[in-house]
């Protein structure tokens, strides 16, 4: 007997390794789509993390060039090589509309109207799978300078470049903070017989000697310290702990930096008061060399500039009492007042306090005092008060002499001071110099044309497809 074999189980089995083979097919299509969508969407998230890298750290270079500026201090560019990594590069326009830039900080020299920051931002990590386009970002930012009439008070109490002597019964309330306020550039600062600072002490370049007297705060010295008393702590190089220090004791650590000496010269055009009209200026010549006993502008309260320059004997003064009936500045190539038993300074106003510069221009520039031929000290002898209606700055490149019973209300720069002997009293305050930061020894952001220049608020940022 035969079988018959049914032609239809082989048709069965066909039929299912077909509908195999179709699922793979349509599984591997689904993976191949999955992973495709997964690398994707990798490269989708790597990328806009990227993005917010990269910006966040261009927007951290703006920020950092914004506080240097807002602080006075202006460099070029600003890097950073770790996360989060960026160059910041500045530029300054001399219009308020166009778009002319010129790279760099702006010099002392021109009116810069526009401060620009353009800052290139890296992300910490990279994008993958090939989207690289966020890796780096370009923020520009833009801020107007604005300027701001009058006189920018700024610089220490004293600012003595080649060093300073101290001596019986002196009290200098000169304290501040933030920096120190007596500041010796290169020299020693020496001091004894009962005198009194109130504030901290820096001798950039010397020695602090100071046997007999208090320093009511901190000191640093880079080169020995002989003491009386610090009440604070004190940095310097003696290799053993001088008594006498209240705080820490520091051996060869970092002490601040000494600014620059500035030169600052005669030139009225950076004299603007407060509403922006410039002082008056008046030249002194013969008799006119003794200070009359009443100064001021020709309009009562509008400031002067008093030029005796021209006085080759220096400026001089009678017995007696100045009154300044606005701001005054004298400029002179000498002062001597060591042949009067007392002069006296005040205000005409019982009620409006006056500010009074002396002024010794220095000529060369050169960064360093020049006390030139025909120009001399500062010298006062036998009383000379500077009244609570009154605060003045001496500006000098020769040095300053003074003893014998003299108040000062103010600040005081100068190339050195030879004395400060037998009764003296120093109290700061600011006034500072036009066109100039004493701070940093630098221009004001925006250079330095009449009125000090300052930083306004930023008025446009943006992100940049390249640099511009």
Not at 10 to 15: M, V
Not at 230 to 248: D, H, K, Q, W
Not at 300 to 311: E, Q
Not at 325 to 343: A, L, Y
Request: hydrophobic residues 40%; glycine residues 10%.
């Amino acid at each position: 007997m035969f079988r018959i074999k049914n032609s239809s189980d082989t048709n069965d089995q066909g039929s299912a390794l077909i509908a195999v083979l179709g699922v793979m097919a349509v599984t591997m299509v689904i993976g191949v789509t999955v992973a495709a969508a997964t690398i994707s969407s990798l490269g989708f998230t790597s990328s806009t993390r990227a993005g917010i890298q990269s910006v966040a750290a261009a927007e951290s270079g703006v920020n950092i060039a914004e506080v240097a500026l807002r602080k006075g201090t202006c460099a070029a560019s600003y890097t950073r090589a770790t996360a989060p990594a960026y160059t910041a590069a500045l530029s300054y326009s001399l219009s308020a509309t166009n778009n002319s830039w010129i790279n760099g900080c702006p010099p002392a020299t021109v009116n810069a109207q526009r401060i620009k920051v353009v800052s290139i931002g890296d992300a910490a990590t990279n994008g993958v799978a090939g989207n690289v386009g966020s890796d780096e970002s370009l923020v520009e930012a833009i801020y107007p300078v604005v300027r701001l009439p009058g006189i920018f008070a700024s610089g220490a109490a004293m600012y003595v470049h080649g060093g300073v002597v101290f001596n019986n019964n002196g009290d200098l309330f000169v304290s501040e903070s933030g920096r120190p306020a007596i500041q010796v550039k290169n020299g020693t600062m020496k001091c004894e017989n009962n005198t009194v600072i109130q504030g901290d002490v820096v001798v950039e370049i010397g020695n602090l000697d100071i046997t007999a007297c208090k320093i009511e705060g901190n000191a640093w010295a880079s080169g020995t310290a002989s003491l009386g008393i610090v009440t604070g702590n004190l940095t310097a190089s003696n290799s053993t702990r001088p008594s006498g220090v209240g705080g820490t004791y520091t051996r060869n650590g970092p002490i601040p930096a000494v600014p620059a000496w500035v030169d600052f010269n005669y030139d009225p055009s950076k004299w603007i008061d407060s509403l922006g009209v410039p002082f008056e200026v008046r030249t002194a010549t013969g008799a006119g060399c003794t200070l009359p006993s009443t100064l001021g502008g020709t309009i009562s309260g509008k400031p002067l500039i008093y030029n005796a320059l021209g006085c080759a004997n220096g400026v001089k003064a009678n017995h007696g009492t100045i009154t300044l009936t606005s701001d005054v500045v004298i400029f002179g190539n000498k002062f001597d007042f060591q042949n009067v038993n007392q002069v006296t300074f005040k205000s005409s106003s019982t009620t409006v306090k006056r500010n009074l510069w002396f002024i010794t221009p220095d000529n060369t520039v050169n960064s360093l005092p020049t006390c030139a031929s025909g120009q001399g000290n500062f010298i006062m002898k036998n009383g000379f008060d500077i009244t609570d209606s009154v605060n003045a700055m001496l500006y000098t490149p020769c040095r300053f002499e003074a003893m014998n019973n003299f108040e000062w209300r103010g600040q005081l720069y100068a190339n050195g001071a030879n004395d400060f002997k037998n009764n003296t009293a120093f109290t700061y305050v600011p006034l500072g110099l036009p066109s100039v930061d004493l701070d940093t020894g630098l221009p004001p952001v925006g250079g330095s044309i009449g009125a000090t220049g300052e930083l306004g608020a930023m008025t446009s940022i943006r992100d940049l497809a390249s640099a511009p």
